[in-house]
């Protein structure tokens, strides 16, 4: 019962993200990909909890606390990257290297 | 049996003991120097004592076997049982008296010699040492626990050369020394291989009993362990071709060069030679190689004796030369005239050494009054001493006669048992005629060099200086005294063992046979009629007599001049003096290879290419090169991680999912 359909839109929703994430150089817009990869998975746990038990019903909470740690997190180290050089483009970003 | 054979172990184990007390005194209170003297002189006394009342002991209990007193196990690896074990018998009783004998009265003698060095403390500790290590190796009861005793001794000797290592000649003295006895012990060690793997034992007692049965009379086996165990007899008793360390062995102070350097340590390798009497026994060509080297030995460092200025190397080439003649009696299977040449070479030979130190010690106070700095060795410097020294000069002649062979004095019955049994070969092989000759010759050069020593030492005017000759001073009671007693023993050791033919008992000979007695049975030696022994007698008497006219004849006292002026050599006294250049020889054929091996070799390439240039260097520069690398993907551009990070997921998922 609407298992295909489910996944084949996490499926999609995460291929999404990925391409976001490889694509875009924008701090704020990949961390939303991040998100949306996320909550893909969310989507796979719930609507495989259908069949295989309550577990990954479970699961998507804690995905949901550690997501939302994350973008606590990520969201005060933009921030905190934006006042430092006034810009969030990861292009520029690249102190860290060999 | 009775209690005091069981304190055999004592007699090595008291100057152990002294070695243990004078190296803490050595390090914690080098000016006591009384407690030294008292510690040093004393466990050597005690060990005397102790020996003479086991030798006594041993005579009384009158077993003709030897007694092996086993201590604890050693090496038990596999079939190799190595037993701690000492042995008493005829031919190690011999020794252990020579050994704490000689080394008490030079103990004493080294309370005056040293008396005012700084380093008196380690100086008796290395004495002590070495003397323990000396009865390790004549009561080892087999080859492994003598071969403890044989590297002990060197490594005193080594320290005991290059005691005053402050002057780099004496350090480099100790280290040849040193190196040039590893080369013979290499073929001790391998020969003690080779015993082990064909007997399967290493202990004196079964290795003898069995030998006979063991190996074939003259094969290869037999001939190849006994040739080894000669060129460890090369190295440490100072032979052609290893015999270049003991002359510069005399850096060392002089009551050192008398104990170690002529009247114990290099006596070992004879020792060794007549302990093995059965294996030597078994292979004729090996005793002739011994006897043979020994003639030449004998003959050729006798003649470079002639022409030493310094009193010291004549009396270290004598040594080499008389040791040649002990090699030549014992490849005669003359075990106990070898032996016997051992006993009396130790006594005339410490009583020349020691004279001989008492003369430098003469001098060197002369010269240290003055300040000057001329050679206190050099016989040039020296000159008229007896009417200053006249205790040391009387004593010294008396050691003279000894060792130029004159009747009745000791030298004359040992040097004429050799050269008689040499002779009586002769019937076997001419060649031994000529190994006759050849000590004929060397009894002969013998007491041309040693009387040539004694007129320039002690007769003539003297060279000392005007000044210095005023402080010329005989040594105090406590440096002649050991002297004294010396003389006594050259002149009376003889007695020891009065050859048949002068209506002696032969009783050093009659004392060894137990030990000597397969190796008897397996080489009889050959009767010479009473007539031919005569001339022979009085051909060896003749050689010294003519030696000492001749040089009491040629040689002017009176033309010498000190050191400083006289002229260099000339012609062939040039190469005498020079030693037939054999030092330069070595050098440039085994010393500058061997450096430009280890230099160009060993070090340049092995060592800085291979090992530093390759291994670590090469190493470091592969993990550096693999770093480079690795650095080079980190980027800093995050969309090039993720890159790569989403490549490697989807890599891990193609290989799960297939």
């Known amino acids: 019962m609407l298992l295909g359909p489910s996944l084949a839109v996490s499926a999609v929703l995460f291929a999404l993200g990925v391409a976001g994430v490889l694509l875009r150089r924008n701090a704020i817009v990949i961390f939303m990909c991040v998100e949306l990869m996320l909550n893909a998975v969310n989507l796979t746990f719930v609507a495989l909890a259908q069949s295989l038990g309550v577990a990954g019903q479970i699961f998507v909470f804690f995905v949901m606390a550690v997501a939302a740690a994350e973008a606590a997190v990520g969201l005060a180290i933009i921030l905190a990257i934006y006042r430092h050089k006034q810009t969030v483009d990861l292009q520029n970003i690249n102190l860290l290297k060999g | 049996m009775p209690s005091a054979l069981q304190l055999l172990w004592l007699v090595p184990a008291l100057p152990l003991a002294g070695f243990l007390a004078n190296g803490v005194l050595a390090l914690r209170r080098p000016r006591a120097k009384h407690a030294v003297s008292i510690i040093g002189v004393g466990v050597l006394l005690a060990a005397l004592a102790l020996a003479i009342v086991i030798v006594l002991a041993f005579l009384r209990e009158g077993t003709p076997g030897p007694l092996v007193f086993p201590y604890w196990e050693w090496m038990p690896v596999g079939e190799l049982h190595v037993t701690v074990a000492l042995q008493l018998d005829q031919l190690s009783a011999v020794m252990l008296l020579v050994v704490t004998g000689v080394s008490s009265l030079i103990h004493v003698f080294s309370v005056g010699y040293m008396g005012e060095d700084p380093g008196y403390a380690r100086y008796f500790a290395y004495l002590n040492l070495f003397v323990f290590f000396m009865l390790v190796l004549v009561l080892g009861a087999s080859f492994p626990v003598m071969f403890v005793g044989w590297e002990g001794v060197g490594l005193c000797s080594y320290l005991l050369i290059g005691f005053w290592f402050n002057e780099r000649i004496n350090a480099d003295a100790g280290k040849k020394a040193f190196l040039v006895n590893r080369i013979g012990d290499v073929g001790f060690l391998v020969a003690m291989l080779m015993i082990f793997a064909h007997t399967g034992s290493l202990d004196f007692q079964p290795l003898f009993a069995q030998a006979p049965k063991l190996f074939t009379p003259g094969g290869p086996a037999v001939t190849a362990i006994t040739l080894l165990l000669f060129l460890g007899c090369t190295g440490k008793s100072a032979q052609i071709p290893l015999y270049t360390w003991l002359p510069d062995a005399m850096q060392g102070p002089t009551p050192v060069s008398a104990l170690i350097h002529a009247a114990t340590m290099v006596t070992a390798g004879v020792y060794l030679v007549a302990r093995c009497n059965v294996l030597y026994a078994l292979a004729p060509v090996a005793s002739a190689v011994v006897a043979g080297i020994g003639a030449l030995t004998a003959f050729f460092a006798a003649t470079i ?26 490849g005669s299977g003359a075990y106990a005239a070898g032996i016997f040449h051992l006993v009396t070479h130790a006594f005339f030979k410490a009583l020349l050494f020691l004279g001989a130190g008492s003369v430098i010690h003469a001098l060197h106070h002369a010269y240290h009054a003055t300040h000057s700095r ?14 200053h020294l006249p205790w040391t000069s009387t004593l010294m002649w008396v050691a003279t006669l000894a060792i130029a062979g004159i009747p009745p004095f000791a030298g004359f019955f040992s040097k004429d048992q050799i050269l008689s049994a040499a002779f009586s070969l002769g019937d076997v092989h001419p060649l031994w005629y000529v190994y006759w000759l050849l000590g004929l010759l060397t009894a002969l050069l013998t007491a041309f060099y040693m009387t040539r020593l004694m007129l320039y030492t002690f007769h003539g005017p003297n060279r000392t200086g005007e000044r210095e000759s005023a402080h010329l001073r005989e040594a105090p009671w406590v440096m002649t005294g050991p002297l004294v007693v010396l003389a006594a023993l050259s002149l009376a050791g003889g007695a020891l063992n009065v050859p048949a033919l002068l209506r002696g008992r032969e009783w050093l000979e009659h004392w060894l046979e137990p030990v000597t007695a397969v190796a008897a049975r397996l080489r009889p030696g050959i009767e010479v009629p009473h007539g031919t022994e005569w001339a022979l007698v009085i051909a060896a008497v003749a050689a010294a007599g003519l030696g000492i006219i001749a040089a009491v004849r040629l040689l002017r006292p009176e033309e010498l001049v000190p050191a400083r002026l006289a002229p260099a050599e000339r012609g062939f006294a040039r190469v005498l003096w020079k030693k037939w250049y054999v030092d330069e020889i070595y050098d440039f054929l085994f010393v500058r290879p061997l450096i430009w091996l280890s230099r160009e070799v060993l070090w340049r390439t092995i060592d800085l290419g291979l090992i530093d240039g390759a291994g670590v260097n090469g190493a470091a520069r592969l993990s550096r090169a693999l770093g480079w690398i690795g650095s080079r993907l980190q980027t800093g551009q995050l969309g090039f991680y993720v890159v790569l990070f989403v490549g490697g997921v989807l890599a891990v998922l193609w290989t799960a999912v297939r």
């Open chain 2, 305 to 330: 004796a002639l022409k030493q200025w310094d009193i010291k190397r004549v009396l270290a080439y004598s040594t080499v030369s008389q040791l040649g003649y002990m090699f030549l009696g014992v």
């Open chain 2, 374 to 387: 001329e050679d206190a060795q050099d016989m040039r410097n020296m000159g008229g001493l007896a009417r």
